[in-house]
């Protein structure tokens, strides 16, 4: 078991730009989430899915999209990077509503 | 406002002295209680968790905590800290009604040889 992985681990933008931070799992979980982490703030959620199909918003959801078409995958895009969005970005999941896997995370840095 | 407040920003320790990290939620309701910790370089592990049942709840690598209802408090203990217990300490707390945790802005830990 893989549990959480994320794509890239690393990755510099210049503001403007656009990707996508990939998430993948392999405990068949239903839930999954996207936090952001930055220095003094804690982890702050970007957006979650209960389920394949399903997103929707967290407490820091502006200037960015998910996407989640296939039940181990989630996608968090970009489209116009700005360089309040320099942080690193975590992936979670879980099985139910309760205990959170996290994945290794994404450092971005953006120009 | 802050939800959920971690009272510590910065401990410094040193080898074998008691820890004790203080966590305060602002929810009513039930809700489920964790603490995960973050080694420098690493991802978020789960050192313990609270759902119901016997409020004093134990976890891995010697570390506890209690659940004080009244007092909307999960601290957490450890009564000798290691130098490898130097680490980022989050409390975070799901609310029955919702579906994903609200983290506080976590406790830097270092523990001096």
């Known amino acids: 078991n893989a549990g959480v992985t994320q794509t890239p681990k690393f990755r510099v933008l210049k503001t403007g730009q656009s990707m996508t931070l990939l998430c993948a799992q392999d405990?068949?979980?239903?839930?999954m989430y996207w936090y952001r982490q930055d220095p003094g703030m804690g982890l702050r959620l970007i957006h979650y899915?209960?389920?394949?199909?399903?997103?929707a918003k967290g407490e820091v959801p502006d200037g960015y999209n998910v996407s989640r078409l296939k039940k181990q995958n989630f996608l968090l895009g970009l489209e116009s990077a700005a360089p309040s969005q320099t942080s690193v970005y975590f992936c979670a999941s879980s099985y139910s509503a309760h205990e959170q896997f996290f994945g290794p995370g994404t450092r971005l840095t953006v120009l | 406002a802050q939800s959920v407040s971690q009272h510590n920003h910065h401990v410094i320790l040193s080898e074998a002295a008691s820890l004790e990290l203080g966590c305060n939620y602002s929810?009513?309701?039930?809700?489920?209680l964790f603490w995960y910790v973050q080694y420098p370089g690493q991802h978020l592990q789960l050192l313990l968790k609270y759902f119901s049942g016997d409020p004093l709840v134990k976890g891995i690598k010697g570390f506890e905590a209690e659940f004080i209802k009244s007092k909307f408090s999960f601290n957490l203990r450890k009564p000798s800290v290691q130098w490898s217990d130097t680490a980022e300490y989050f409390c975070?707390?799901?609310?029955?009604?919702?579906?994903?945790?609200?983290f506080g802005k976590g406790t830097s830990l270092l523990v001096t040889p």
């Open positions: 405990m068949n979980h239903e839930y």
């Open positions: 899915s209960v389920g394949e199909g399903t997103t």
């Open positions: 975070a707390v799901l609310r029955n009604s919702g579906y994903a945790l609200n």
């Open positions: 929810y009513g309701g039930t809700v489920n």
